[in-house]
């Protein structure tokens, strides 16, 4: 770790000695000593630092209801009228449009994807990165002749840009023609807020740092028929030190085994094929809910239902076990891809970033993974030009990518995100440096997931398919269990079954190739 790095730690610790409640005396004491007290400090006693509000987390503060019913005055209220939600960023998000799609169906709306023709429009925001959040402004203003042409209509913002201050108060300031802001925690209260958007002069804000519930019975509008989304848990108390997603999602809760087992029998029953279980860190599952319950037997549960497949996303290493790993090996509907972000190749900066493991931690993991599944696929997210990383710490996450032998990455530029600690820390990595970084990391990502392709060559795949290739309707695509997309031609009755598919041609990113037999299904 260089001199810069050091001092970023010491920086992190100062963020917020009030907020390091047990440890403020420590902290204070630690402040006049050297970098290697800090560094031994963090070793051995260091709690990521908290916001204020993060710091009130308790656990079983969760709440569960299963009361939701759309407000009387506001059933059928949407009788004849448009909405159009329009979705950035995660899954996490996609999920959310789609409940809110169900709440606005129920009370009488219907959809569009047309702005001119939509009576309200939602903007659900993403917050990871700065372009995510400069293309939502960028919207905002394409937004504005719109509201200027018919004042009647409603636009609203939401998703996790609403949960940042800064954010709800550049809109008050720069764009008070926006009706609505409403969090992540506030989505179940659409109807009353919808409400009093349309009746109310005043701008309306909704947005809790609160965030203890979980609303059950809420109605979901999903998008497809073949893949659904289904929460398994919300929020994340990991603080990686670069990351807003603990404050803009709250502490973590997980929903009760029992009501995802329903969710998911009763995706099985309507004849849906797959389902993504969703969390920010699920393998944190459950944690909160003192059942001696995991992620592993959530998926051992769900393996005896007749649902052909079952992904997860995603994890963080530090919390996969060895149960998870025992039950993904069992094979059935558990599938050979394992997403696991790594964001870092280089132990001192994983340090620097909070994730709690180490480069040979992780690859220790992924031992133990490639022992019990051996035709597994991985793959991950990794951020090069954290603050100060040097070249050769820019190095270890090369190196690491192909010791692991990673099959795909996303890969991104680190973004500064205000009020998290790393935002704080001086960076010495120029612009141009790190975009050389991600042009190097995604050279070699691309190499190593072209490699992987090529072994399809001449092979026979099972492949869900879900419609339409993107750049040709006269193809179909899906994905295989392994996580591969292949384009192919069959006849259209194979769309929502899984067919085997003979590979003629390996492509960087998707396979080419052929139905061998006609609509038979394999499971
Ligand atoms: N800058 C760049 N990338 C980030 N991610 C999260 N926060 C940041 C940030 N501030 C990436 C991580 C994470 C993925 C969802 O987004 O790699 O795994
Ligand atoms: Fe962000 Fe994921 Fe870290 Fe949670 S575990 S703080 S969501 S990067």
Request: with cysteine.
């Amino acid at each position: 770790m260089n001199e810069q790095q050091r001092k970023d730690m010491s920086q992190i610790r100062q963020v917020n000695p009030e907020e390091a409640t047990s440890d403020k005396n420590n902290l204070n004491r630690l402040k006049e000593k050297s970098s290697e007290d800090f560094m031994k400090y963090f070793e051995t006693t260091y709690q990521p630092p908290n916001m204020r509000d993060a710091q009130r987390r308790k656990k079983k503060e969760t709440d569960v209801h299963y009361d939701f019913t759309i407000p009387e005055d506001m059933d059928q209220s949407g009788k004849g009228k448009k909405y159009m939600i329009r979705t950035y960023g995660c899954q996490m998000n996609e999920h959310d449009t789609e409940v809110m799609a169900g709440i606005f169906e129920e009370m009488g709306y219907e959809s569009t994807s047309d702005t001119k023709e939509a009576d309200i429009i939602l903007l659900n925001t993403c917050a990871i990165r700065e372009n995510a959040e400069n293309k939502v402004f960028g919207e905002i203003g394409h937004l504005k002749p719109l509201k200027m042409e018919n004042p009647n209509l409603i636009i609203g913002v939401c998703g996790c840009m609403s949960q940042e201050e800064s954010v709800v108060n550049r809109i008050l300031k720069k764009h008070p023609f926006i009706d609505l802001i409403f969090g992540t925690h506030n989505i179940h209260r659409l109807p009353q807020l919808v409400k009093e958007a349309m009746f109310g002069k005043e701008m309306v804000i909704d947005v809790w740092s609160k965030e203890g519930d979980i609303i059950e019975n809420l109605p979901r509008s999903r998008k497809g028929k073949i893949k659904a989304w289904v929460n398994i848990m919300y929020g994340c108390d990991k603080f990686c030190t670069y990351c807003i997603v603990p404050y803009t999602r709250g502490k973590e809760r997980s929903r009760l085994p029992a009501d995802i087992i329903q969710e998911v029998r009763h995706l099985a029953a309507q004849g849906y094929k797959e389902v993504t279980l969703l969390g920010q860190n699920v393998n944190a599952y459950g944690k909160d809910l003192d059942l001696e319950y995991g992620l592993g037997d959530l998926m051992d549960e769900l393996r005896s239902i007749d649902i052909p497949r079952v992904r997860f996303t995603t994890s963080h290493p530090r919390d996969f076990d060895d149960r998870l790993i025992e039950v993904l090996s069992k094979g059935g509907n558990m599938l050979d891809h394992i997403h696991l972000p790594v964001q870092s190749g280089n132990t001192d900066v994983l340090k620097i970033m909070g994730r709690k493991y180490s480069r040979e931690e992780y690859l220790e993991l992924v031992k133990r993974i490639r022992k019990s599944m051996p035709d597994a696929t991985l793959t991950t997210d990794i951020i090069v030009g954290f603050p100060n990383e040097t070249e050769e710490q820019f190095q270890d996450t090369l190196s690491l990518v192909e010791e692991v032998g990673f099959e795909a990455a996303y890969t991104f530029i680190y973004s500064p995100r205000e009020n998290t600690p790393a935002a704080k820390m001086k960076d010495n990595v120029s612009m141009e440096e790190k975009k050389d970084r991600l042009q190097r990391l995604n050279k070699l990502v691309n190499e190593q997931s072209a490699e992987a392709m090529k072994q399809y060559e001449g092979e026979i795949v099972h492949v869900l398919v879900e419609g339409e290739s993107k750049n040709n309707e006269e193809v179909l695509a899906g994905y295989t269990k392994r996580n591969k997309l292949v384009n192919f031609r069959a006849p259209r009755s194979s769309i929502g079954q899984i067919v085997p598919v003979k590979i003629t041609k390996a492509k960087t990113w998707s396979l080419d190739g052929e139905m061998v037999e006609a609509s038979v299904e394999v499971k």
